[in-house]
């Protein structure tokens, strides 16, 4: 299994390498890899492996992409009239949108579509690959009621939604058919009811748990008064830091209303008692995906000598021109592949 924080690792690499090249030659790539990576995450789901086994795409993936290009290419052609190649004009009393749609324009916004369709791909793959659960274990001792409760809320539409599917497929088999607004009411009133009963239910198991039970008062105050205190600190060393005059001030308050924010947290943390019944362990493999994430963020973040870094950025205006490409940006990039290595090894086990 692998860690979760080598998952979010992966994650923040798969997005710094989208937010950072508009070149389409490294955005076909990243998104093969992403598209091999989700192929590889599925695998093991259907194996019954520690994978979030529920989440699933509500649209083909294809249609979404396709749908965020289009869209995105004809938002940015239609606002941005720039661009030497011009396709066709619309009259210029219209607002906003009227002036000259360029090849140029439309091009920009189809790259833009792709970035939006990798960020999304990006995380529908880590939901696949990680339960909530583990989610849960990354949030601060001093923020987990509130941690639990979104939880909590981000669970109740998928639970609500195969509630409804499994009350339609009762009606269905008892003879019920959908022909008017008035035939939603079989369906309606037994999902409210079940969504009552399951609430109640939680509540009184939360309740019996002693879940946010009430503490000190005179400790909640002063704890509440540090938090303010720091950020403002932070807000004001952060307004100073703007000029040169008092850019050293500035600094000094900056760090002092980090550490009371984060040293408040800590006791905060401290005061919240949690449970871990086991806990992850880093494995080899976790060491080298953390390893070759890194190598990525150096070689797209660092400007090296040897990388031609020109090839990233990919200006389509004033005319459009063919893309660049270095090797070792692709070659880097397939680093992204590194999790469906072990995950092919785990789901091989499994099947065994």
């Keep these: 299994m692998i860690n979760t924080w080598v998952w979010i690792a992966w994650l923040v ?4 390498a989208l937010s950072s090249t508009r070149n389409p030659l490294y955005l076909v790539l990243i998104l ?4 091999i990576v989700n192929n590889a995450v599925s695998r093991s789901t259907h194996l019954g492996n520690d994978i979030n086994s529920g989440a699933r795409l509500p649209i083909s993936p294809l249609r979404l992409l396709v749908m965020l290009v289009v869209l995105s290419a004809l938002f940015n052609a239609a606002i ?9 004009y619309l009259p210029e009393w219209l607002p906003l949108i009227g002036g000259a749609i360029t090849l140029e324009a439309l091009i920009y916004g189809a790259l833009n579509g792709l970035v ?33 409760v979104t939880s ?3 669970t109740f539409v998928p639970a609500t939604v195969r509630n409804f ?49 009430g503490g000190k008062s005179g400790g909640q105050f002063w704890e509440r008064t540090l938090l303010l205190l720091g950020t403002l ?19 000094t308050m900056l760090i002092a209303g980090s550490v009371l924010i984060f040293g408040t947290l800590w006791i905060l943390g401290r005061r919240s008692p949690r449970t871990t019944y086991a806990r992850e362990r880093w494995s080899l493999q976790d060491v080298i995906i953390i390893l070759g994430m890194s190598l990525v963020l150096v070689f797209i973040l660092i400007p090296l000598p040897f990388l031609d870094r020109l090839t990233l950025p990919y200006e389509v205006y004033p005319k459009i021109s063919l893309p660049g490409f270095d090797p070792l940006f692709g070659v880097i990039i ?4 590194l999790p469906t290595l072990f995950l092919h090894h785990q789901s091989t086990h499994s099947h065994s």
């Design 80 to 88: 941005s009239h720039y661009g030497e190649t011009v396709l066709f």
């Design 13 to 16: 690499t798969a997005l710094i």
């Design 233 to 251: 600190l932070v807000l004001a060393g952060w307004t100073l830091r703007l000029t040169e005059r008092w850019f050293l001030l500035g600094n």
């Design 152 to 154: 909590i809320a981000i």
């Design 32 to 35: 093969m890899c992403l598209t």
């Design 165 to 213: 599917h499994q009350i339609r497929e009762a009606q269905s088999i008892r003879g019920h058919r959908l022909r008017g607004l008035r035939d939603w009411l079989p369906l309606i009133m037994p999902l409210m009811v079940g969504g009552l009963e399951r609430a109640l239910a939680l509540a009184e198991a939360m309740t019996a748990r002693g879940f946010a039970s």
């Design 334 to 337: 397939i680093a992204l592949l």
């Design 116 to 148: 939006l369709f990798g960020i999304f791909w990006t995380f529908m793959i880590l939901n696949q690959a990680l339960p909530s659960r583990r989610l849960l274990r990354l949030i601060p001792r001093a923020f987990y009621p509130v941690a639990v």
